[in-house]
């Protein structure tokens, strides 16, 4: 969840001197990257240094990413980009799996290390509207008009991304994740039609490989359902529904993520602690919770109150469990 991101001032030390795609580009500045949040925070796991846009260059996809806007794509696509698609083989993006390799050597096996990709919706949309929007107007205007294309555009991408996914398991992640930041503006039939298979085709390219199965997405509570059948090991929340109310709609027979507001750490102390406790108390003992943020890190966020959020949540766990 962006932890290795602009509020630490080590991580703003490095982008003074490099851009985010020079850095995901250097497979050592990478993995240094990645360590930041393990050694300054306290984290449980290490996220690969990386952005959800790097496959689609070796799809033959030109973006920029531009500080405080995000991704941008200046060629929009349109039924004959869509047509003119190279499916990724992960050889497009080998700076990607050399730095999983110096990640894994510079963390030691402290902590195990995730890697990622963009879910296809999520990519999607980025293509088509080129750029971070509020209302996928365009997205949606091509999934009603011109379906064809929006089901060949979706079909590339899931195919690219399970071959990503699978491609860092070879290289060496402890678990994948799949990013659908955006998804949350469909309806759960527009889910169940234009997007569950896709995202269900990425993770089939992982039903037999031993790593966990994580399925992120934001602005989803009346999406659960929907999204729990695409399949995965854990599923994300945000802090639009209750976790326990979440867990129940998923099953508990998955595990779960989430669902802390970023927002909240930029309160006080006590305010952290009282709204941290009311999720745990929601979990309760029940195994297969990852303590978790419902989205990215806020770049005003102070590092010394996700320390101690850190803290706190490891000091809950052993208090009960034990």
């Not at 989430?258 to 999720?279: F, M």
């Amino acid at each position: 969840m962006r932890q290795a991101g602009r509020f630490l001032p080590e991580y703003r030390k490095i982008r003074s001197k490099y851009s985010l795609i020079d850095i995901c580009k250097d497979p050592e500045l990478a993995a240094g990257v990645s360590r930041l949040p393990v050694d300054i925070l306290g984290v449980d796991a290490a996220i690969l240094f990386a952005d959800i846009m790097l496959p689609l260059e070796g799809m033959g996809v030109k973006f920029d990413i531009a500080d405080g806007v995000g991704p941008v794509i200046s060629t929009p696509l349109n039924s004959q980009i869509v047509d003119s698609l190279i499916p990724l083989d992960h050889s497009g993006v080998p700076y990607v799996m050399e730095a999983i390799s110096a990640t894994k050597k510079s963390l030691e096996s402290r902590v195990p290390l995730i890697g990622f990709c963009g879910a296809p919706f999520t990519l999607a949309s980025y293509l088509i509207e080129g750029h971070a929007t509020r209302d996928f107007i365009k997205t949606k205007k091509l999934m009603y008009k011109n379906p064809k294309t929006w089901h060949l555009l979706m079909d590339k991408l899931s195919i690219s991304m399970g071959s990503y996914l699978s491609a860092q398991v070879n290289a060496g992640v402890d678990a994948v994740q799949i990013f659908d930041s955006w998804v949350g503006c469909l309806s759960p039939a527009d889910y169940h039609t234009y997007v569950l298979p896709y995202s269900q085709q990425v993770f089939s390219y992982l039903e037999d490989r031993e790593v966990p199965r994580i399925h992120f997405s934001t602005g989803t509570a009346a999406l659960l359902e929907e999204i729990r059948q695409v399949g995965g090991d854990v599923f994300s929340v945000d802090w639009r529904i209750p976790i326990d109310v979440a867990w129940q709609k998923l099953g508990y027979d998955v595990a779960i993520q989430g669902n802390l507001d970023p927002v909240v750490l930029l309160a006080e102390k006590d305010l952290i602690r009282t709204k941290t406790a009311d999720i745990l108390t929601r979990v309760g003992n029940r195994p297969g919770y990852i303590f978790n943020l419902g989205h990215g890190v806020l770049p005003e966020t102070p590092p010394e109150n996700i320390r101690q959020l850190v803290e706190f949540v490891h000091e809950h766990t052993k208090s009960t469990t034990h």
